[in-house]
């Protein structure tokens, strides 16, 4: 029952961040600009502090590989790219690194 516990436990403290901001729309409204912008954000850093570090360290002494999926995927979004795209760009880019550079 306690792993349990701490499944819903850590899965709520990993989604709250992500859906407060869409739903408190209506009060960002009467927030000043910057701070309404720093919330709808939020949820992009959260994800992108949970998926930045195991980009680097999942390949182990290879993390250069994963530095690469991580780079393209910044370029792609970086000139308004579609995220489906840059997602597919990172897989190619991830996987093509792995090719030349075998382990």
């Known amino acids: 029952m306690n792993k349990f516990l701490l499944i819903f436990t850590c899965s709520a403290v990993t989604l709250l961040p992500r859906i407060v901001p869409y739903f408190a729309s ?3 409204s009467r927030l000043p600009r910057f701070i309404r912008k720093c919330m709808m954000l939020l949820p992009v850093a959260a994800l992108g502090a949970l998926i930045f570090p195991l980009a680097l360290t999942d390949f182990g002494a290879m ?3 994963g530095l690469a999926g ?3 995927a ?3 979004a970086l000139f308004r790219g579609p995220m489906i795209l840059s997602i597919i760009i990172a897989l190619i880019s ?3 690194m792995l090719m030349v550079f075998p382990a």
């Open 74 to 76: 910044f370029l792609v």
């Open 70 to 72: 991580v780079g393209t």
């Open 63 to 65: 993390w250069y590989v």
């Open 26 to 28: 209506s009060a960002l």
């Open 94 to 96: 991830t996987t093509g």
